[in-house]
């Protein structure tokens, strides 16, 4: 069974940087970051792989950068230039299966997922 704890999310203005964290437990082959805003479907953000391939979805290409530190078993998402349309919960997803490029950033892949954390950008 995999555990995930994101951490990190708080209240940024317009333009500012916010770094996510996502403690992982068990054995994963994809991880990847999602966001969910008030009555919108999930969205997928950026995904790493074991091998280090990312994937971003192209509103955030740019300005976040999806990492992993292997000894520590921890995702990072560092969000820069964050604007307020991306004001939504952020939730840390893994799967210990290969998923194919197209997939990636379909949350319905990921069968792992952390409890969320918020991420709120005022203007």
């Known amino acids: 069974q995999v555990q995930l704890v994101e951490s990190g999310g708080g209240s940024v203005q317009a333009g500012g940087s916010l770094r996510l964290s996502c403690a992982a437990s068990?054995?994963?082959?994809?991880m990847g970051w999602f966001r969910q805003a008030p009555g919108k479907e999930r969205e997928g953000v950026a995904t790493?792989?074991?091998?280090?391939?990312?994937k971003y979805t192209d509103s955030v290409k740019g300005r976040f950068t999806i990492s992993q530190d292997n000894a520590k078993n921890t995702l990072y998402l560092q969000m820069n230039s964050l604007k307020p349309e991306e004001t939504a919960m952020y939730y840390c997803a893994a799967t210990a299966r290969r998923l194919s490029w197209w997939s990636l950033l379909l949350s319905s892949q990921y069968n792992y997922w952390g409890q969320g954390t918020q991420v709120t950008v005022s203007s």
């Open positions: 068990g054995y994963t082959y994809v």
């Open positions: 790493i792989d074991s091998d280090g391939t990312t």
